[in-house]
């Protein structure tokens, strides 16, 4: 990559991040009368819906104070963090240490389930909170979480208070591959933000989640990473489900595992991962229309998810930072190419030019489906941490020229 | 409807019936193995996954003697028939006298879900095979089924056993219109069924269903019928929920209705029904590439759901049923050009020419998304239902003539 484009995109991103996509965010869902965010939100930033999801909480606690922490030490982004943290801590919790998925405006649950993201995002925020504010209370109640959703995750579904997953495990066990890959990014994160006397072992439990994802979902006969198998990592080929890959998901896993093996200096780790990237775009990229198919069939079968030729925003926030990542550590021109190809058919159709962030949902063609800038799973998070990531790295990469 | 037109519809309706649909799902579905059908099938009829769906072993139960009974008396249809119902029989229940979500190819429980249409879908197969088998020890089965379906759903939350909402009833009860109209229908195919000395007493029962209808769902000042309201039919209009119309579903409830007021003559029924099918045609046809929208939001907002704009088949053919039934009842001939309209546009779209069969998924453009035959819902249902359906009423208005 040239100097004047590192210059120009760093610049871009942090301009897009700093006067669009933040404010964005903290004009329209700030809700200064319950607390917390309702990110709910149309085109133009009105409310859809009042419901405050607890994913969404936690993510924006965390992005919020992760530019506090790695950019400006702006007071009103602490604030705003604080802002989600203060809203988990008082609506967040059921009385059996989990984590609500959505609660009213006022803070009322309406539901839970059984999957541990609330959870996860929660521990996101508390640790990047409690770095930013100097607070070690919520450092130690981000460790806390973190180690009730691991207990809770690898408790046996025959025990008190397993959590039931969704096929009967006496007829067909399985294993997700989206626990390792959120664990891995979470430990990084309170790794980042843990200067308590007492840590937890970061590394090693990074390493456990690392190895889970190469030993039991990487099948590099078919070329894929896959989301779901057998206990063992025994190929559920039979099932869509076993047969499922998400492009944008396994982009994500392969660059926490790269700037993993950056921190660390592990070349070989990074030799490792980049396989995943490699197969992910191949197969990923539509050559139809462009742009990043959301689910495919490893075998090249009808994938039966509704959504599966949809162009969502997130997986193509995540591949950007992957090929910029896999084009700063190996210096390859492929990965400064796709970078380039999915930054700009993902800035001509999600950009919202006229209202600002970006649309979050695209017909396989790349027209508009939903012209909604929030709901349950969309916040301010994938977009702000791509612009984030990408401009520091770029910083980064100018201070190497 | 001309003499002409009718005749060519009412032959054309028959033979798809019988040379394309029925003869599809019997040579590529039946298991002969295990019993019961695996109707996850691709485009040509081969296996996507071996699961079994209860719901689909149900609709086939149903569909197969609903063909004995009204059409011809072909022992191979009553076989079919029986081959669900033996496998619903054999690996349908649960020990709490449930019915599984779906099943493996050989019976073992894969999901139970909180919603009670598996059980539902097996009343119809049970009442309808026993009325076609002469079994009334089937018959009494659906009964019981039956009761226990109404006794579960009307359970309420706070009590031992009872089925657990969604979102949190404390919070925010709710009401879904699909047990209602799911309710009047499956009591018809009951009534129909049932030649017992003790009967249930099926009027009043549908009474009830219907007065819930027009009570709680039905929003003339809205123009439309409602997925979800309050414990007392309260708009939740702050939430997408509580502005989701779902325009085939509503157009589903209004021929059921429609059916009830012409078996009873009762012409304020069919009248008082009328403008659900009128708000459905007018707000669920897209006016810019055709077709019924899956769902759409009251207040004109964006919906929520991902597939929000996709065609489905279903709502198309029970688009069908309903202006074919509503002109054969008013003579209007705007629902006949309703009517020629929505058959026309889905024959171009749905009808798989090669293969055989209906494709289920379109892009909002009338674009293939997917080119698989059936999954955990689609399966031999809405399609053949719709075949006989209207086979048989034009049969019926070649009479009136």
């Not at 919020?64 to 030490?73: F, I, P, S």
Request: aromatic fraction near 12%; hydrophobic fraction near 40%.
């Amino acid at each position: 990559m040239t100097g004047r484009r590192i210059n120009e995109l760093s610049a871009a991103f942090r301009a897009a991040l700093l006067d669009d996509t933040i404010p964005f965010w903290l004009s329209h869902a700030t809700d200064r009368e319950f607390g917390g965010y309702t990110t709910f939100l149309d085109r133009t930033g009105k409310l859809l819906c009042p419901d405050k999801p607890m994913w969404v909480q936690g993510r924006m606690g965390w992005t919020m104070a992760r530019l506090y922490n790695d950019l400006e030490k702006r007071d009103e982004w602490l604030a705003a963090s604080r802002h989600a943290v203060d809203f988990i801590r008082a609506h967040g919790f059921d009385t059996d240490g989990r984590i609500f998925y959505a609660v009213t405006r006022d803070g009322r649950p309406l539901r839970k389930r059984r999957y541990l993201f609330a959870e996860i995002f929660a521990v996101m925020a508390f640790a990047e909170y409690g770095k930013a504010a100097g607070d070690r209370e919520s450092v130690e109640t981000a460790k806390r979480l973190m180690r009730f959703v691991q207990e809770l995750h690898a408790r046996p579904w025959t025990e008190p208070g397993a959590l039931e997953p969704k096929v009967m495990p006496q007829t067909r066990p399985m294993r997700g591959h989206s626990m390792a890959m959120i664990q891995i990014n979470t430990l990084q994160i309170l790794r980042g933000a843990d200067t308590t006397p007492d840590p937890l072992p970061y590394d090693a439990l990074i390493d456990a989640q690392i190895d889970e994802v190469f030993r039991f979902f990487v099948k590099p006969e078919k070329k894929a990473l896959l989301e779901t198998v057998g206990p063992n990592g025994e190929y559920l080929g039979e099932t869509p489900e076993g047969r499922c890959v998400n492009p944008g998901h396994a982009m994500e896993t392969a660059w926490f595992i790269m700037a993993e093996g950056k921190r660390r200096k592990d070349n070989a780790l990074i030799e490792r991962v980049l396989p995943i990237l490699d197969w992910s775009l191949e197969s990923g990229w539509d050559p139809k229309y462009g742009g990043i198919l959301y689910f495919i069939d490893v075998e090249g079968r009808q994938p039966v998810q509704y959504e599966w030729d949809m162009k969502l925003w997130w997986p193509h926030n995540e591949a950007i930072n992957a090929t910029l990542l896999a084009h700063s550590l190996t210096g390859e021109k492929r990965y400064e190419a796709w970078f380039e190809k999915i930054l700009k058919w993902s800035l001509a159709r999600f950009a919202d030019k006229k209202h600002g962030e970006w649309f979050g949902y695209l017909h396989r063609d790349g027209s508009l489906s939903h012209d909604l800038k929030g709901n349950m799973w969309k916040g301010p998070f994938h977009l702000p941490r791509q612009q984030l990531f990408c401009h520091l790295l770029l910083e980064e990469m100018k201070g190497r020229k």
